[in-house]
T-cell receptor
Framework: AAGVIQSPRHLIKEKRETATLKCYPI?????VYWYQQGPGQDPQFLIS???????DKGSIPDRFSAQQFSDYHSELNMSSLELGDSALYFC??????????????FGAGSRLTVL | AQKVTQAQTEISVVEKEDVTLDCVYE???????LFWYKQPPSGELVFLIR??????QNEISGRYSWNFQKSTSSFNFTITASQVVDSAVYFC????????????FGTGTRLTIIP
């Protein structure tokens, strides 16, 4: 079965640089979520999209932006990178059921290292 | 506000022992969903189970079992006859029961199975 595809899997950037992470959800899934997981921490919700519209926003820095495109893939753009942005970034997708019962399927994550 | 507490930061047991991971949650909602995810050393987040707050029946899947007690706001996870492959970080998570709501994760429990 198709899974959530994230790219790149690993990314190394310098401080103040820009990074872009991509997420390709499971086909026919209409909702995409982005999470950030720092070392030894739990995943923290950043932002989500439903049918290409932003549906919820969490603790996402103003330096970060995201969007979902017409083919449902999503991109997370991070600018003016800081050392503290080093983390594992997960994308998850789900098929909205209306009841909240939808299971989030996570990608393998993109590991960003800021030097 | 939603909150999930996993008081056990790290647990180590010898292979073949049983182990229980605790999860306590807080929510003002009367209906909600609870989840467990596994994060092995490779880093991906793997879905294990979803439980509807209406359904307090315990569930068993092979060596895994879950005990949901709404009266104590707990959703504990037991691994019977543990194996080395069970070594991972386990996250309990909470989700509101409407729309495409985000998952709120607990801080995770790192389980190490000693051969």
């Amino acid at each position: 079965a198709a899974g959530v595809i994230q790219s790149p899997r690993h990314l190394i950037k310098e401080k103040r640089e820009t990074a872009t992470l991509k997420c390709y959800p499971i086909p026919r899934h209409d909702t995409v979520y982005w999470y950030q997981q720092g070392p030894g921490q739990d995943p923290q919700f950043l932002i989500s999209f439903y049918e290409k519209m932003q549906s919820d926003k969490g603790s996402i820095p103003d330096r970060f932006s995201a969007q979902q495109f017409s083919d449902y893939h999503s991109e997370l753009n991070m600018s003016s990178l800081e050392l503290g942005d080093s983390a594992l970034y997960f994308c998850a997708s789900s098929l909205e059921s209306g009841s909240g019962a939808n299971v989030l399927t996570f990608g393998a994550g993109s590991r960003l290292t800021v030097l | 506000a939603q909150k999930v507490t996993q008081a056990q930061t790290e647990i180590s047991v010898v292979e073949k022992e049983d182990v229980t991971l605790d999860c306590v949650y807080e929510t003002r909602d009367t209906t909600y969903y609870l989840f467990w995810y596994k994060q092995p050393p490779s880093g991906e987040l793997v879905f294990l189970i979803r439980r509807n707050s209406f359904d307090e029946q315990n569930e068993i899947s092979g060596r895994y079992s879950w005990n949901f007690q709404k009266s104590t706001s707990s959703f504990n996870f037991t691994i019977t006859a543990s194996q080395v492959v069970d070594s991972a970080v386990y996250f309990c998570a909470l989700k509101r029961s409407f729309g495409n709501e985000k998952l709120t994760f607990g801080t995770g429990t790192r389980l190490t199975i000693i051969p």
